[in-house]
């Protein structure tokens, strides 16, 4: 009867580990940003200007003074082609190009301009 007790925990125990080790968070060394897990482990080296949270696996990344987006395997997923860019949220994120904002997918496909 223990032992059905137990493994409820350890599955429980197991996906934590897994969920902790993949969350990323930046990390600031000599002046640059990049990610580590919490377990302070470097994921993506510093080589950002700034950086923000991942949601929706895309993250904001400034580079000199432009803003894209890369997920978390480090891979840029939208080119540093914005002066400001917010963070994803229900598969949309703002950001603005010369003066105009828009609204623009995971993608970085443009979807509305305002």
Not at 35 to 59: H, M, S, T, W
Not at 72 to 87: E, H, R
Request: hydrophobic share 35%.
């Amino acid at each position: 009867m223990k032992k059905k007790r137990l493994f409820p925990v350890f599955i429980f125990l197991s996906l934590t580990t897994i969920v902790l080790s993949q969350t990323l968070i930046p990390y600031y060394k000599n002046g640059k940003y990049g990610y580590c897990n919490l377990k302070k482990e470097i994921v993506i080296k510093p080589q950002y200007d700034g950086c923000g949270f991942f949601n929706e696996d895309r993250a904001w990344f400034k580079k000199g003074n432009k803003y894209g987006y890369l997920n978390s395997k480090g891979n840029i997923v939208v080119a540093a082609d914005y002066s400001s860019a917010s963070n994803f949220s229900y598969g949309m994120s703002i950001v603005v190009q010369k003066d105009l904002h828009y609204a623009i997918n995971i993608q970085g496909r443009k979807l509305n301009k305002f």
